[in-house]
């Protein structure tokens, strides 16, 4: 079985670049970019299985990148992080993603790759 | 209870605490007194005036009416009377200048005169005497012998012969049967004056008099001026008694007046002095008897209006208590409705407040939380400092602190969300257990022991989340405000009925006092003034449970502690906001 590789997008550089790394510890392929067009640009290769992406990311939010994600590479499963978790958000988060993959920060890491071996049946 | 206890009751709302006096923006126990004195008055003082006036109008016209009818039976029996003396009196005048004194001195001529006399003239005449001037009786015709009496020192005899004319008192006389006399004066041919006497029997008179009907117990006689009765009277005594009452004044016309009676009764007396006669006719009416017609109208005038007063006081009273009472449930709901969107709005800030400080912390917490994460990474897979169980444990430590600061993020979030009204299955005990996490560390602070109890068959409920978590959040607070330390709060939930829960918060604090306990639900009520209290926590418990449909109990004792009961529905139909 071929390692899950994943792309982390969050505004929150020293957030996303240390869970990237904890998850390379575990032998996860892990990405990771602040930008969302950087994240887009990636995407094109598209070698991603799941992306990690905040709701709110300046300039583009989650659910926005996550449509243009979708053109781009139609396989890449999504979850969603909050640090906010306001109605509105938890709501639309919900629809988009499926409750189960709409995690509220801080996130356990174990939970986050339960959850992605989950959207991938593994 | 008295009557003013009831419409007082009757302004609180059934089941509802009574409130105080500032909640409502008017006085209205003084708004339904004013309209009750003002509606009261404009529309009683009119009737009664009215009524009075017109009370007094009728008993004067009923008085005038009788003081009439009097008038007119005297003067009419007056007339009568006149006429039967003056009648008789002219026959005998006649009969002076008719005949000469030796044509009336003879037995047969005056005994044919006095046949003819009461052949014309009915009842009345007795017997005929010719009198010379000397006083001695000269001739005489009728049924006693009298013929040869002297005259002469008798008053009445110098009157005839000096004013040609006389009318006896009534008497007995030698006859010993009431009569009168009546004498007129003649000229004999040589010019000598001579009297020719008649003699009277009263019969006629008293058959008019007891033939006349006079209302109210009245009475008929005639009495002399000394106020001898003249003829008999049905009231008054028998003919020759001294009348009771005193002798009115003489006036040239018919008088009536008012008397007090011998027994302190009021009368009417009408009267009038005869003409050229010693004789006053009297009337004399019971005033109560007269005007018996007029105290039944009166009576009726006094129930009219007794009836009236009732009937207007009890619309009154109806009216304004119904409306001012509508007024007052107005004025509730609208000062109940701006509590509620006063505490909305409060609540909708903290919300806001809440998820805003949820964001800001939750950025940083998730760095310390990959952070501490990725060290405690380097110490499992590195493997260089895994023995070391001081690192290991500071790095746990680390990570239980960040799960502890996201759990209450969490449950801030999860409040703000709840403020919204939405109905959705709820397990009651994960909502007890959820608002005590709240107050889990003051507990431990101060020693007080939660015991939860809820029932194995609870069932889940349907109901608003936030609004149910409030409710429980303001009677713990308020358990947690009461209790010292070291006391005990207990919660239990059981089903009460089919379709609905009871939850039970008793604790051994403080307790409230009897007096407090009736206004613990009024808004601004505290007994924590000064201590951060808004006296608004109980006051939005009480609405959020009807909002919610279920009903809030209380029952206190001071000094053993307070226990609150909140029955709700199952299933709530619907959330009011």
């Known amino acids: ?122 | 209870m008295s009557f003013w206890e009831k419409i007082r009751r009757s302004f609180q709302e059934k089941g509802e605490p009574p409130r105080r006096a500032s909640t409502y923006q008017f006085n209205y126990r003084r708004i339904w007194k004013l309209t009750v004195l003002l509606t009261g008055g404009v529309s009683l003082i009119p009737l009664i005036f009215i009524t009075a006036v017109n009370y007094e109008a009728m008993r004067h016209a009923i008085e005038s009416e009788m003081i009439f009818r009097t008038t007119r039976v005297v003067s009419n029996t007056c007339l009568s009377i006149s006429f039967f003396v003056n009648e008789r009196k002219s026959a005998l005048d006649f009969i002076v200048h008719e005949n000469s004194f030796e044509s009336l001195n003879n037995r047969e001529r005056l005994s044919r005169i006095l046949e003819d006399l009461k052949r014309s003239f009915g009842g009345g005449f007795v017997d005929l005497g010719v009198v010379d001037a000397s006083g001695q009786q000269r001739n005489y015709v009728g049924p006693y012998n009298l013929e040869g009496k002297d005259y002469s020192g008798q008053r009445w005899f110098q009157q005839v012969l000096d004013s040609g004319m006389y009318i006896s008192d009534v008497f007995l006389g030698y006859r010993k049967v009431p009569h009168l006399v009546i004498a007129v004066r003649g000229m004999s041919g040589s010019g000598i004056p001579y009297v020719l006497r008649a003699a009277l029997s009263t019969t006629p008179f008293e058959t008019l008099l007891s033939q006349l009907e006079v209302a109210g117990m009245g009475d008929v006689f005639m009495i002399n001026h000394e106020g001898i009765l003249q003829t008999p009277s049905r009231y008054h005594g028998g003919v020759f008694e001294k009348l009771c009452l005193p002798v009115p004044k003489e006036r040239p016309r018919t008088e009536v007046l008012e008397e007090k009676g011998p027994f302190e009764e009021d009368l009417i007396i009408g009267y009038r002095y005869i003409d050229d006669t010693p004789f006053i006719l009297m009337v004399v009416k019971k005033k109560k008897e007269c005007m018996k017609p007029w105290s039944r109208t009166g009576l009726k005038l006094i129930v009219f209006l007794l009836v009236s007063v009732t009937v207007i006081l009890t619309v009154i009273l109806g009216t304004s208590t119904y409306l001012v009472k509508k007024i007052k449930i107005a004025d509730e709901k609208r000062s109940a409705s701006l509590h509620q969107v006063e505490y909305a709005n409060k609540m909708a800030s903290i919300g806001r407040l809440a998820a805003s400080v949820a964001h800001e912390i939750n950025n940083p917490l998730a760095i310390i939380n990959e952070k501490a994460g990725l060290i405690k990474d380097f110490f499992t897979f590195g493997g260089k400092y895994a023995e070391d169980p001081k690192l290991m444990g500071l790095v746990d430590a680390i990570l239980a602190s960040v799960k502890r600061a996201g759990t209450i993020t969490r449950r801030l979030l999860n409040f703000s969300r709840n403020l919204q009204a939405s109905v959705e299955p709820i397990h009651l005990k994960d909502a007890i257990l959820e608002v005590l996490g709240f107050m889990g560390k003051e507990a431990v602070l101060r020693g007080i022991e939660i015991h939860v109890d809820v029932a194995e068959d609870m069932p889940i409920l349907e109901t608003d989340r936030g609004k149910l978590q409030q409710i429980l959040l303001n009677i713990v607070n308020n358990a947690f405000a009461a209790v010292s330390d070291g006391g005990h709060i207990d919660i239990q939930a059981r089903l009460e009925k089919r379709d609905q829960v009871a939850i039970v918060i008793a604790d051994d604090g403080c307790g409230i006092s009897k007096e407090d306990l009736s206004r613990i639900y009024e808004p601004f009520f505290s007994t924590k003034t000064g201590q951060g209290g808004t006296g608004l926590g109980l006051s939005i418990t009480y609405s959020l449970v009807q909002e919610i449909g279920g009903a809030i109990h209380v029952e206190s004792e001071l000094g053993k502690g307070t226990r609150f009961t909140i029955t709700i529905p199952i299933r709530s139909e619907k959330t009011k906001t």
Not at chain 1, 63 to 72: F, P
Not at chain 1, 91 to 107: I, T
Request: some cysteine; proline content about 3%; glycine content about 6%.
């Open chain 1, 1 to 122: 079985m071929s390692s899950i590789r994943v792309l982390l997008v969050d505004d929150e550089e020293e957030l996303v670049s240390t869970l990237a790394e904890r998850l390379s510890l575990r032998g996860i392929h892990a990405d990771w970019t602040t930008h969302p067009d950087d994240a887009l640009r990636r995407l094109e290769t598209c070698k991603y299985d799941v992306a990690v992406l905040d709701v709110k990311i300046p300039r583009m939010s989650g659910i926005e990148l996550k449509k243009q994600m979708e053109k781009k590479c139609a396989h890449t499963k999504f979850i969603f992080l909050t640090g906010h978790g306001s109605e509105r958000d938890f709501r639309v988060g919900s629809q988009e993603a499926g409750p189960e993959f709409y995690l509220v920060k801080p996130v356990n890491i174990e939970d986050l790759i339960e959850k992605m071996n989950q959207l991938l049946g593994r």
